[in-house]
């Protein structure tokens, strides 16, 4: 709970728990609070003008949403009660729940656009909310998060749609300054096609990467341990345990938590976690740390808008936050077993906030070499974590982010070293 001499609803705890906020830090909502507010501004007289010309279409997901809300007093209390305390922080914001519902509806057919800088509509809408007492409560509420992953998939479909295209143009995400920031080239990115060869706005997000420039470190050397992503290095650590305290300060994994209490659990204690984080330019496609035989795959519905809370503008909130989502929110478990002394490897993306889908791209029994392609994320995903067996690592060949910044840990590209066994 950010609070600045016990308030807070003050200008100084608000910003605070802005600047820390995962959306934030990994550069899909500017820096500047303002231009959220400004874009939030536009969003809101879109919605005044689809009720005025009456063409605000009620989706699916919203209405499941709406029905909800109505038959659950605790969810509506919840909801309720964190739109009045937002207005302590922004008087202009959502009015109530049927103009929550109308700025859902609104979100669920946008395509973000590049020069927007805000490119998460749903982190913005709710940036102020998930921080109040109510929405820290209500963001855990499982079946308000079921509702909102609903919302998600819906905006996912719409984001898979020939529609969505709108915005890949030379004016917005295929730009010279998009070519530049997002390094466009790396990629399989056509610009003398339209849309850059791309069939949807996801299709430009999960976009493929050109094979050379990734290349598999140590392709012929069991003992090379790969990068699964591009990422920032945000925490490194050894011995984990099979439960502890990851919503207390200490960047603590809880295995049996993070593995949603599989049987395979036990074989991972006392082992190692390498978790990084990646930014909205990065890669967003995975790959196999080591080679082996996939074993076991799967979705874990976890959370979405929730970070931890903390008392007070903390330096180390981004990490903490990172770590405690390894344990609640939304992922996939991708269990590959290699030869010794690696032995079995899980691979775990997280979704935070806009993680519309975790799409796996391998099935158990499958043999895969070194560096094949586990699957992505379409819009949303932004972390990842790999757990070790006990004794596979000698050592990492990265160094741990002990910055408490989760944007100034070693930055690592797919299918480079991490680390190696003996």
Same mark, same amino acid.
């Given at each position: 709970?950010?609070? %600045?001499?016990?308030?807070?609803?003050s200008a100084?705890?608000v910003? +605070?728990?802005?600047?820390?906020?995962?959306?934030r &830090?990994?550069?899909y909502l500017?820096?500047?609070?303002?231009i959220?507010?400004?874009?939030?501004? !536009?969003?809101?007289? *879109?919605? !005044?003008?689809?009720? /005025?010309? =009456?063409?605000?279409?009620?989706?699916?997901?919203? +209405?499941?949403?709406a029905?909800?809300?109505?038959?659950?007093?605790?969810?509506?209390?919840?909801?309720? &009660?964190?739109?009045?305390?937002?207005?302590e922080?922004r008087?202009?914001?959502?009015? #109530?729940?049927?103009?929550?519902?109308?700025?859902?509806?609104?979100?669920?057919?946008?395509?973000?656009?590049?020069?927007?800088k805000?490119?998460?509509?749903?982190s913005?809408?709710?940036?102020d909310?998930?921080?109040?007492? +109510?929405?820290?409560?209500?963001?855990r @509420?499982?079946? &308000?998060n079921?509702a909102?992953?609903?919302?998600?998939?819906?905006?996912?479909?719409?984001?898979?749609s020939p529609?969505?295209?709108?915005?890949?143009?030379?004016? *917005?995400?295929?730009?010279s300054a998009?070519?530049?920031?997002?390094?466009?080239?790396?990629?399989?990115?056509?610009?003398?096609?339209?849309?850059?060869?791309?069939?949807?706005?996801? #299709?430009?997000?999960?976009?493929?990467?050109?094979?050379?420039? =990734?290349p598999?470190?140590?392709?012929g050397?069991?003992?090379v341990i790969?990068?699964?992503?591009?990422?920032?290095?945000?925490?490194?650590? =050894?011995?984990?345990r =099979?439960?502890? !305290? $990851?919503?207390?300060?200490?960047q603590?994994?809880?295995?049996?938590?993070?593995?949603?209490?599989?049987?395979?659990?036990?074989? $991972?204690?006392?082992?190692?976690?390498?978790?990084? $984080?990646?930014?909205?330019?990065?890669?967003h496609?995975?790959?196999?740390?080591?080679g082996?035989?996939?074993?076991?795959?799967?979705? %874990?519905?976890?959370? /979405? $808008?929730?970070?931890?809370?903390?008392?007070?503008?903390?330096p180390?909130?981004?990490?903490?936050?990172?770590?405690?989502?390894?344990?609640? @929110?939304?992922?996939?478990l991708?269990?590959?077993?290699?030869?010794?002394?690696?032995?079995?490897?899980?691979?775990?993306?997280?979704g935070i906030?806009?993680?519309?889908?975790?799409?796996?791209?391998?099935?158990?029994?499958?043999?895969?070499?070194?560096?094949?392609?586990?699957?992505?994320?379409?819009?949303?995903?932004?972390?990842?974590?790999?757990?070790?067996?006990?004794?596979?690592?000698?050592?990492?060949?990265v160094?741990?982010?002990?910055?408490?910044d989760v944007?100034k840990?070693?930055?690592?590209?797919?299918?480079?070293?991490? +680390?190696?066994?003996?």
């Amino acid at each position: 709970m950010t609070t %600045v001499n016990g308030d807070r609803y003050s200008a100084q705890a608000v910003e +605070a728990r802005y600047q820390d906020s995962f959306g934030r &830090l990994a550069g899909y909502l500017p820096q500047d609070r303002t231009i959220v507010y400004a874009w939030l501004d !536009e969003l809101g007289r *879109q919605v !005044e003008q689809r009720r /005025t010309q =009456r063409i605000l279409v009620r989706h699916d997901s919203v +209405a499941e949403l709406a029905r909800l809300i109505d038959r659950d007093p605790v969810v509506r209390m919840y909801v309720t &009660l964190m739109i009045e305390q937002a207005k302590e922080y922004r008087k202009d914001g959502v009015r #109530d729940i049927p103009d929550l519902l109308d700025h859902l509806d609104t979100v669920v057919t946008w395509a973000p656009r590049y020069f927007d800088k805000v490119h998460f509509p749903m982190s913005a809408l709710f940036v102020d909310m998930m921080f109040t007492p +109510a929405g820290e409560a209500a963001f855990r @509420n499982r079946d &308000l998060n079921r509702a909102l992953l609903g919302i998600l998939r819906e905006w996912c479909r719409y984001l898979d749609s020939p529609d969505s295209c709108r915005v890949l143009t030379d004016e *917005q995400w295929l730009s010279s300054a998009a070519w530049e920031e997002l390094k466009l080239g790396d990629f399989q990115v056509d610009p003398k096609k339209p849309h850059g060869g791309l069939l949807s706005f996801n #299709d430009f997000f999960h976009r493929e990467i050109r094979p050379e420039k =990734r290349p598999v470190a140590g392709a012929g050397d069991p003992k090379v341990i790969v990068a699964p992503n591009d990422g920032k290095v945000v925490r490194i650590q =050894r011995n984990v345990r =099979r439960t502890d !305290e $990851f919503w207390v300060k200490g960047q603590r994994y809880s295995l049996y938590d993070m593995l949603d209490g599989s049987d395979l659990t036990d074989g $991972f204690v006392g082992g190692d976690v390498y978790q990084s $984080f990646l930014s909205g330019a990065d890669y967003h496609r995975w790959h196999a740390p080591v080679g082996g035989t996939v074993i076991s795959t799967r979705v %874990v519905e976890g959370l /979405t $808008f929730t970070e931890l809370e903390s008392a007070g503008h903390d330096p180390d909130a981004g990490i903490q936050s990172q770590v405690y989502e390894a344990s609640v @929110n939304a992922r996939a478990l991708i269990f590959i077993r290699s030869s010794d002394p690696i032995g079995t490897v899980c691979v775990m993306p997280i979704g935070i906030t806009e993680i519309s889908s975790l799409t796996i791209g391998v099935e158990p029994g499958q043999k895969l070499e070194k560096g094949a392609e586990l699957g992505y994320f379409s819009y949303g995903g932004s972390s990842m974590v790999v757990v070790f067996q006990p004794g596979a690592v000698a050592a990492f060949d990265v160094p741990d982010n002990t910055t408490g910044d989760v944007t100034k840990g070693q930055w690592c590209a797919v299918n480079s070293e991490i +680390a190696h066994t003996g």
